[in-house]
């Protein structure tokens, strides 16, 4: 069996958080890799979808190529993903909700490193979640009986139906409480309660603001400026001012046998493939350039059987800075999972003067930032890139609500909205 070098291993071993975030998700096995979770096809969005009302998808592969009986647990989550502990199963499910197999496995095709591909949709006919909210869902290796460990988590939310929903409005601007038009963008939000009778919204009502889906610099439960009968609203929030940045870099790996979109060269060593991006700058000025804020696709140049037919290569990443940060330099994007892994920092060369990282990455297309973290791997406000207000970002909602008395918080608002500057 063909198999990426100890680099490819070692990125693996390395695939543990420096921060713990529950609410994203998370590989805790070596040899899974590629873990996506998309609601109804929109790879762009967060995997948000209304109860009952489309699929998630879940899709991962296996590197060592054989066939594992693998089965899933579903875990309902309150607004701040601690585990629901007032619910039973009947309330969170029909049907089962552990020891249900993962049956779509297919073993990959005509690539040099073989793996196992495993695709699950929720719902299906043996779980179908009742309730909306926060889902984790846990994914088990059925004939290890020797670990309770799960080798994956996936993270999903389910929204309450439309006509049972609250109005939920966001709006970006520039002209925020700290800078008019400078490296920086405000969101003023409202929510509108609908039907729901809301008496302690300080209690009832939670609430979470993202930009670019990225659950680092995530929002929680912000103080509202208008506390009104019938809603809330954020108006001159400074917890609501959020970096502006700049546009994502992206590149594009669709074969081994020419380079596309941001690759310089491709290399075969004898035993593993390498792409070479183009070495990059940090970005000082503001230039426009269409990007899917941080998303990523696999795919390749035949775009038929993209899960089996796609090969891994070694990816190699570029920075160039004359001398090294006070801070830790990661990649970051939704191939991330939007934390700082250690598979993901990059390293200073003091030789050629840049940061390198290589990283196995699927045939696909990637968005990538540069982010800084301290010592304890905590998200720094050092900037690599300058940020500037034109930047196109995408900013998320999300709105849960406890009735008086209720077991479990509700997801009863989310919105998704792009800023484009004109």
């Given at each position: ?264 060269k491709i290399s075969w060593d004898g035993k593993n493939y390498h792409a070479y991006l183009f070495p990059t700058a940090p970005l000082l000025n503001y230039l426009y350039d269409e990007d899917a804020d941080g998303a990523y696709l696999i795919r390749n140049s035949d775009n038929i059987e993209i899960n089996t037919t796609s090969d891994y290569i070694l990816t190699h990443f570029q920075l160039n800075v004359p001398s090294p940060y006070p801070y830790r330099i990661f990649l ?91």
């Open positions: 069996m063909k198999r990426l070098t100890l680099l490819f291993v070692y990125c693996l071993v390395c695939f543990s958080p420096i921060s713990v975030s529950a609410q994203r998700h998370e590989i805790h096995d070596e040899n899974f890799r590629s873990l996506q979770v998309v609601a109804n096809q929109k790879w762009m969005d967060l995997p948000v979808m209304v109860l009952n009302d489309g699929k998630i998808s879940i899709d991962f592969d296996d590197l060592t190529h054989t066939y594992r009986r693998l089965t899933y647990r579903l875990e309902h989550c309150e607004a701040d993903w601690k585990p629901s502990v007032g619910l039973f199963e009947s309330d969170i499910v029909d049907g089962f909700i552990a020891g249900n197999t993962i049956d779509n496995v297919k073993e990959s095709t005509l690539t040099n490193t073989l793996y196992t591909h495993y695709h699950l949709d929720i719902p299906n006919d043996k779980c179908r979640p009742k309730l909306s909210g926060n889902y984790r869902l846990y994914i088990y290796d059925d004939d290890d009986n020797s670990s309770a460990q799960p080798l994956l988590t996936a993270c999903f939310m389910l929204t309450e139906p439309v006509e049972s929903s609250m109005g939920v409005r966001l709006n970006i601007t520039t002209q925020t409480d700290q800078t008019i038009n400078g490296n920086q963008q405000q969101a003023e939000m409202q929510v509108d309660y609908g039907n729901y009778t809301v008496s302690n919204p300080q209690q009832q009502i939670k609430t979470v603001v993202l930009q670019n889906r990225n659950w680092l610099d995530a929002r929680w439960n912000s103080k509202p400026q208008y506390v009104m009968s019938n809603g809330l609203r954020w108006s001159h929030n400074q917890d609501y001012i959020f970096w502006a940045g700049n546009e994502y870099r992206k590149f594009e790996i669709l074969s081994t046998d020419y380079t596309s979109m941001g690759v310089d970051n994007g939704d191939w991330t999972y939007n934390r700082l892994i250690l598979a993901y920092e990059m390293n200073y060369n003091s030789t050629g003067g840049y940061y390198e990282a290589v990283v196995p990455l699927k045939f696909g297309y990637y968005n990538y930032q540069f982010l800084a973290a301290d010592e304890q791997g905590r998200l720094s406000s050092f900037k690599v890139d300058d940020g500037h207000y034109q930047t196109e970002n995408s900013y998320q909602a999300l709105i849960y609500y406890r009735p008086q008395g209720g077991r479990t918080d509700m997801l009863v608002g989310y919105t998704n909205i792009r800023f484009i500057k004109r």
